[in-house]
């Protein structure tokens, strides 16, 4: 059965796990958030440094917090050797819980400071404690305002809960993320309802025990209580929750954030499925946390490509010829990560520069020497982290490429913006069914600045030991044409007969036999 | 019985309490009066230790309130003030039963003393189950007394208990607290701004200027003394209140 384009199934599991990351959160947050505002409600100078302290965390962008928790754990579980993950549930629990914390402190504090001088007298002279002042007075009477601040964190962590996608956790971000990527905008728009519709939800019902709170009437908040336990039960119910007692083993794929990475992770997923193994994915990774997470053994598979590996994670800045760089990849990456690299597809998906048919031959551009002649009359469309990689210094040290204006725009829009006239060269990828769909010419990189691209299988130590799943991926190795990796990304990404990275991986599936 | 002696206590360099001694007998009604920030609601705190002095000693049925435990202390002395302080998210029976709870009594005791509470303060039973935002402001007060009576402490400290009542009420719940004070056999410190009551109310009539205790005599006879011109003062607006006001009546 299917949403919106979305099939059931995957929408449940996933509400399912955005729920229960959530919920945890915010759970997280109330249990460290509580004492704290009641620490910082009773010393008001400390308190007040305490409150600035979390204030101050707050300013920092929500996608940048969870992204910073990734190197943040890495560096800990080094120090201390403890095995801990790096990736998905963990950062992704830590960052929203400390998001969720400022609410929740602020209104404790305003709950408990709030409570009517003549009652703290009162308890004063009645000869309570201070912890029998806090339970029987302060507590009770600032219950409403502090569930407030606790609403408020809800609706906050489920609507930035959707960012945890991009640290591999799986979320309703899954589905604005892909869908964005992929130019599905049902997806993109299925997610953004889903995560709207439960934050109105747990909103609805915090609301319902929070009235009841205010207005002392038990059955109320006791029902708006059930509700909600009724919710978090539903969270962790039984048909999305995948793995819990199951007995085969399981392996997690790893995708970047493009449909060629979907395409190939959803193929992979079949070949291991196929092969009797549970699979959980990671979908949306960033480029650079995609090969430390394999490193560090959070993900077991996934495709890179020779040249970024050459760049970002060897440093390398020559650009030898493509079997010697596959070489020492081989041998250097096994050496020092224990990554094994299991070998290329046989596509390449290199950085190249394309511009429409059309302007090339107008301005007499068919090579990026001649691109660097009118690049000053020219403005480039990037995607998000080009101009900031290895390559692009490459390119620019080689041919001083000097634009009127270059911006960065995520892939999807890229492609959009020399559609529509708004750039005039973009920088593509060489396997994007987009380029000759739309016309497109490539320019030749005749000084080579730029390094070959080969897809390349990367596989953490367990797996490369484990002959059964190397045995199942090895018909993959050396089998993508270039031809056939094309026309499945352009059933995602074109916008007439939209495939999903499923079914192209289906697709693609059989056109490897 | 208590005994305070040379009690000093200063907000921001002015005194609130200068050298202040006074013994006051088990059963006696003592009510402190004086000017805003004589030093009288200070004096009455000390005792319960809500305000801490600086020095001197406090002494409350021959033990040092100083090492005693703070909240084994309050709980032995009722007190009742002005903003009442009735918890609004209890009813009057839990409100009463506070401090026999704080000190881990038997809840099953509970009913029947909160019946007997209700009945010295002259409640009706059934307003046990109310919550205090149901209840008049004479009401509250004497939900107040009996909050502070629940656990029969022999000390009531009262710190302008009816300064928040209309003159009815107020005049009405003095004289049944007077009453109650005699039939418990009570001892009872409060602080008013009213000579009035504190004349027709109290066995003993302490008056505080600027942290010292400038008289300390019987009614009858504070109203005969002549040795401080602002005492001499403030009996004489209350005697020529009432002379007028007896003239009034009598044109009638």
Request: positive net charge; proline residues 5%.
């Amino acid at each position: 059965m299917m949403v919106f384009g979305v099939p059931l199934a995957e929408l449940v599991r996933l509400m399912q796990a955005h729920l229960f990351l959530s919920g945890c959160a915010v759970l997280a947050a109330v249990i460290i958030g509580l004492p704290i505002a009641i620490w910082a409600a009773h010393h008001r100078q400390t308190g007040g440094i305490l409150l600035g302290a979390i204030s101050l965390a707050q300013t920092i962008p929500s996608l940048a917090l969870l992204a910073l928790f990734y190197p943040l754990l890495l560096l800990i579980g080094r120090a201390t050797g403890w095995p801990i993950p790096a990736l998905g549930f963990l950062p992704a629990l830590l960052a929203l819980a400390m998001y969720a914390l400022l609410p929740i402190v602020r209104n404790g504090v305003a709950a408990i400071r709030g409570v009517d001088p003549a009652l703290a007298e009162a308890s004063d002279g009645l000869g309570m404690t201070p912890r029998q002042r806090l339970v029987f007075v302060e507590l009770p009477l600032g219950a409403p305002v502090i569930l407030a601040g606790i609403r408020t964190a809800a609706v906050w962590t489920i609507g930035t809960a959707t960012l945890a996608t991009t640290i591999g956790q799986p979320s309703l971000g899954d589905l604005i993320f892909s869908g964005l990527q992929t130019e599905n905008w049902q997806r993109v728009l299925v997610g953004c309802i889903a995560a709207a519709g439960l934050a109105l939800l747990v909103d609805a019902l915090l609301a319902l025990i929070e009235a009841g709170l205010a207005a002392r009437s038990r059955p109320r908040w006791l029902a708006g209580l059930m509700l909600l336990l009724g919710v978090a039960v539903a969270a962790i119910a039984a048909p999305g929750s995948s793995g819990i007692g199951a007995k085969n083993p399981v392996v997690v794929i790893g995708a970047k954030n493009f449909s060629e990475q979907y395409i190939l992770a959803s193929l992979i997923e079949d070949r291991l499925r196929r092969a009797g193994y549970q699979i959980e994915r990671r979908d949306n990774l960033g480029s650079a946390i995609a090969y430390r997470a394999v490193a560090a053994g959070d993900i077991d598979v996934y495709v890179d490509y020779a040249g970024t590996l050459w760049a970002n994670v060897l440093g390398r800045r020559d650009n030898p010829a493509r079997a010697d760089v596959l070489a020492t990849l081989t041998r250097e990456l096994a050496q020092r990560d224990g990554v094994w690299l299991q070998g290329k597809l046989g596509f390449e998906n290199a950085y190249v520069f394309a511009m429409k048919r059309q302007q090339a031959d107008a301005l007499g551009i068919r090579t990026l020497d001649d691109l660097a002649a009118k690049a000053p009359q020219l403005r480039l469309a990037s995607d998000l982290e080009f101009l900031s990689r290895p390559e692009w210094q490459a390119v620019d040290k080689a041919y001083r490429l000097r634009f009127r204006q270059a911006k960065s725009y995520s892939p999807t829009f890229m492609y959009r913006a020399i559609q529509d006239g708004s750039a005039d060269v973009i920088s593509a990828f060489s396997s994007d069914g987009r380029i000759a769909a739309r016309d497109l010419v490539t320019l030749v990189d005749t000084r080579h600045a730029l390094p070959g691209y080969d897809a390349v299988l990367l596989l953490n130590r367990n797996a490369a030991t484990d002959p059964n799943l190397v045995g199942a991926l090895r018909p993959l190795i050396g089998k993508i044409d270039i031809g056939p990796m094309r026309q499945a990304n352009w059933m995602v990404d074109r916008d007439e007969d939209k495939r999903t990275p499923a079914e192209a991986a289906k697709w693609l599936d059989s056109a490897v036999k | 019985m208590i005994s305070l002696r040379n009690l000093e206590k200063t907000y921001a360099g002015r005194p609130a309490l200068d050298q202040v001694s006074i013994a006051i007998a088990r059963g006696a009604f003592v009510a402190l009066v004086g000017a805003s920030g004589a030093g009288k609601t200070t004096l009455l705190k000390a005792i319960n230790r809500l305000v801490e002095v600086e020095s001197g000693s406090i002494h409350v049925d021959g033990r040092d309130a100083a090492v005693l435990p703070l909240t084994e202390l309050r709980r032995s002395i009722g007190y009742v003030f002005q903003g009442i302080g009735l918890f609004p998210h209890l009813t009057v029976a839990e409100n009463i039963w506070m401090v026999p709870r704080l000190q881990g009594q038997a809840a099953d005791r509970r009913k029947q003393r909160v019946a007997e509470l209700l009945d010295l303060v002259s409640l009706p039973q059934d307003i046990a189950g109310r919550h205090p935002a149901q209840l008049s402001g004479g009401q509250a007060q004497r939900v107040g007394v009996a909050r502070a009576l629940a656990a029969a402490p022999s000390i009531m400290l009262m710190d302008e208990p009816f300064g928040a009542l209309d003159p009815v009420t107020r005049s009405e719940l003095g004289q049944a607290y007077r009453a109650l004070h005699e039939r418990i056999g009570l001892t009872t410190i409060m602080v008013t701004h009213d000579l009035a009551e504190a004349l027709l109310l109290a066995d003993r009539v302490v008056v505080l200027a600027g942290g010292r205790i400038v008289a300390d005599l019987p009614p009858a006879e504070l109203m005969a003394y002549r040795g401080n011109d602002a005492i001499t003062a403030m009996i004489a607006v209350v005697m020529d209140q009432a002379a007028r006001l007896e003239q009034l009546a009598a044109r009638q």
